[in-house]
């Protein structure tokens, strides 16, 4: 007996009906992208392990899936390494290539290697899979897709502006009811390094902070003190955890705690900044939120830092994003500040189908069915069937001259709006009974009467 097939865990298959759920968050991300200047690029699926590796912090690396090397390249394999029992730089040596783990670091290559062709401040979406090697669970899938937009060339905080106004603009347009989005600034993160005398384990700091909202106060502290961090430092760090009030309040607190910072003071008046201006121009459904636990866990960050959360909903973040001045540098062009965002359309997905919020016209379901009644009708029927494909209303007409109640099952099925039904009266008539699925009522009509029906 034949095994049954099936899919990697953290994949799926999307029905008809879900791919045009997708296509209609996917259209609405794409036409608030447009209409803040940005332009559409895409990247190969995968690239160099040398452009990927490195550029996400240990935890990101381990989540790389690599392709493994195929013919003569085979043989550069590291056997020395395996024999010495060092299994990272063995594996490295099996493969030269791997999947991209998000958009941003290929965009990075891609500016890099395309500067010349390029005008700079450079403004670009994309809408690209992405794979990561993570352990599949609710909400958490190793290919999912992101829709990112980015800015490089400019160190303007009005970019930063605009993006707290497009994630606003986006998930309001997709019908959310309730979503925060969350920002801090790695400045204030390396501030808290800074005052802690720890400036050079910031790293290990900001993905420990990171954590406050899964492992709690006492896992956060756990995981410092295992990475080393002192217990005067410690003793610093432990008033973050009991910053309360609103945005403004716990901004003043922070400005009072990094006072002696240079780099944090400089990160507190950013955010300032980009609060004011967001205030000043009103957002139309957002909660913003200061959030200094906020680190995303990424190296790459090096100013701003965007997480947005659907409320009442058990998700982690649906969108992301921050300002990374210094990523192109890995790549060879130094001085390009860049500042992106992310939205994680498969998150959004599962949020939307929880909460009820597609659009009942969302769908790709038939406009119009012709039932076949024979040779002769069919033959009839194909011109129609041509005609009104041209004013662009989906149509076809069924195969065969099954019995009807195949043929009805078929409609019903496919979800088909309407069905036409010509016999050989009809043909004489040169008319059209047309019967709409949904109300059920039947009415005999002319193929421009029916186009100018189904049109609307």
């Keep these: 007996m034949a095994q049954k097939p099936s899919i990697p865990k ?3 298959d999307f029905l008809p009906a879900e791919v045009a759920k997708r296509n209609y968050i996917y259209d609405t991300i794409k036409k608030s ?3 803040y200047g940005f332009s559409p690029i895409e990247t190969p699926s995968f690239e160099l392990s040398s452009t990927l590796l490195g550029k996400y912090g240990e935890e990101g690396d381990r989540l790389i899936f690599k392709i493994l090397n195929s013919g003569e390249k085979v043989k550069k394999a590291d056997l020395e390494a395996l024999s010495n029992g060092n299994l990272a730089r063995f594996s490295n040596s099996l493969s030269e290539k791997a999947l991209r783990y998000d958009l941003t670091v290929p965009f990075a290559r891609f500016v890099v290697q395309h500067q010349n062709e390029l005008s700079f401040p450079f403004k670009r979406y994309q809408i690209q899979p992405v794979w990561r090697a993570d352990r599949p669970q609710h909400g958490r899938y190793q290919e999912f897709y992101q ?23 986006v998930l309001t347009n997709l019908r959310l009811p ?16 800074d005052i802690c005398g720890e400036t050079d384990k910031i790293i290990a700091i900001t993905v420990a902070i990171d954590k406050l909202d899964k492992v709690g106060v006492d896992g956060v502290i756990k995981e410092l003190t295992e990475k080393g961090i002192s217990e005067s430092a410690l003793e610093k760090i432990n008033p973050l955890f009991s910053i309360s009030g609103d945005t403004k309040s716990r901004l003043s607190q922070m400005r009072s705690y990094l ?15 980009v609060l004011d201006k967001v205030e000043e121009l009103g957002v139309k459904n957002a909660k913003i939120e200061f ?24 998700m982690g973040s649906i969108c992301g994003g921050g300002r990374y001045d210094d990523l ?45 009644f024979g040779d002769t009708e069919q033959n009839h029927c194909l011109n129609l069937v041509k005609k009104i494909r041209a004013n662009g209303i989906s149509c076809e007409i069924y195969p065969s001259s099954s019995k009807m109640k195949k043929q009805m099952k078929y409609a019903n099925d496919r979800g088909v709006k ?10 004489d008539a040169n008319t059209i009974q047309l019967k709409n699925m949904h109300s059920g009522e039947q009415s005999a009509m002319s193929i421009e009467e029916i186009i100018k029906l189904l049109k609307k």
């Excluded at 309730?178 to 390094?193: E, H, P, Q, V, Y």
């Design 33 to 35: 992208f447009e209409i």
């Design 328 to 372: 192109t540098g890995i790549f060879g062009m130094k001085d390009m500040s860049g500042v992106g965002i992310s939205f994680g359309a498969d998150r959004i997905y599962d949020v939307i189908t929880e909460l009820d919020l597609f659009p009942k016209t969302v769908d790709n379901n038939l406009d119009l069915l012709f039932i076949n």
């Design 147 to 169: 829709c990112d937009a980015d800015v490089v060339g400019s160190d303007s905080l009005l970019y930063e502006v605009d993006f707290v106004l497009l994630f606003d603009e």
């Design 178 to 193: 309730d979503f925060t989005i969350k920002i801090n600034n790695r400045k204030i993160l390396s501030g808290i390094a």
């Design 291 to 314: 959030d200094v636990t906020l680190a995303r866990g990424l190296n790459y960050y090096t100013g701003a830092i965007f997480e947005v959360k659907a409320n009442g909903v058990k």
């Design 418 to 427: 309407n069905i036409a039904l010509v016999g050989q009266d009809e043909i």
């Design 10 to 12: 953290g994949t799926r």
């Design 259 to 273: 006072k002696d910072s240079e780099i944090g003071i400089s990160g507190i008046d950013e955010l300032e900044y």
